[in-house]
């Protein structure tokens, strides 16, 4: 199984940035739809941004929109989460995740759920004060 390994979280006052970023080379050219989830303390995991590779859509939480820009930069074949104007609220651990399923329809209906996506990493911690 392959793994994804997460980067660029760290600790930053509010108001303040970060990017995260995923090497997905493998799994480009096979795959359509990949997403960013966030898991507070004492909280589910939830879908943040997702994204159908093919054509480049982006699908985000309200509560993100417009201050998180999920993309895939396919130069380094990274996919990477800019996370702007941040909120104490989102503090978490923040995962990457590639699901398998070739259709656009279930990506753009189930880019939120977990159980969408197959392969996922280990999470990097966002925290912000």
């Known amino acids: 199984d392959v793994q994804l390994v997460e980067s660029g979280g760290g600790s930053v006052q509010v108001g303040g940035s970060l990017r995260l970023s995923c090497p997905v080379s493998?799994?480009?050219?096979?795959?359509?739809?990949m997403g960013w989830f966030r898991q507070a303390p004492g909280k589910e995991r939830e879908g943040v941004a997702g994204?159908?590779?093919?054509?480049?859509?982006?699908y985000y939480d309200p509560d993100v929109k417009g201050r998180f820009t999920i993309s895939l930069d396919k130069v380094d074949n990274t996919l990477n989460l800019q996370l702007n104007s941040l909120k104490s609220d989102d503090t978490a651990m923040y995962y990457c995740?590639?699901?398998?399923?070739?259709?656009?329809?279930?990506?753009?209906?189930?880019?939120?759920?977990?159980?969408?996506?197959?392969?996922w990493g280990q999470g990097t911690q966002v925290t912000v004060s």
């Open positions: 995740a590639v699901a398998t399923h070739p259709s656009e329809l279930l990506c753009r209906s189930k880019w939120r759920r977990n159980d969408f996506f197959a392969h």
């Open positions: 493998e799994f480009v050219g096979s795959v359509r739809c």
């Open positions: 994204i159908d590779i093919t054509g480049d859509i982006p």
